[in-house]
């Protein structure tokens, strides 16, 4: 298990950007593919990004591919999520979260075993 605390979300408007954190603690973060999801009201939980213990593979969904870019640093055990040219349907609460690197797809929720808190991002003019 990881324990992860997100951090970076607001409001911001249409076109602009903003930049998620998400600070892991625990000995596995290196080893582990890191991802986010994003949850809107109503909706289920959904990829968003993923990127692989050393960084080199990374996956998106198609509605963020080109607007959003994930990131890791191991050394300070903390991943990235770059958000640009955001639009009014990326608001939703994101979520960090960890798996193991062996476990199968990036993209299936119930192969992460470890979750942060989550933290709201709202874009809107």
């Known amino acids: 298990q990881v324990r992860l605390v997100e951090s970076g979300g607001g409001l911001v408007q249409p076109g602009g950007s903003l930049k998620l954190s998400c600070a892991a603690s625990?000995?596995?973060?290196?080893?582990?593919?890191m991802g986010w999801f994003h949850q809107a009201p109503g909706k289920e939980r959904e990829f968003v990004a993923a990127?692989?213990?050393?960084?080199?593979?990374?996956y998106y969904a198609d509605s963020v591919k080109g607007r959003f870019t994930i990131s890791r640093d191991n050394a300070k055990n903390t991943a990235y999520l770059q958000m640009n040219s955001l639009k009014p349907e990326d608001t939703a609460v994101y979520y960090c979260?960890?798996?193991?690197?062996?476990?199968?797809?990036?993209?299936?929720?119930?192969?992460?075993?470890?979750w942060g808190q989550g933290t709201q991002v709202t874009v809107s003019s």
């Open positions: 625990g000995r596995t973060f290196s080893s582990s593919t």
């Open positions: 979260t960890a798996k193991d690197n062996a476990s199968g797809s990036v993209y299936l929720r119930t192969l992460y075993h470890s």
């Open positions: 990127i692989s213990w050393n960084g080199r593979n990374t």
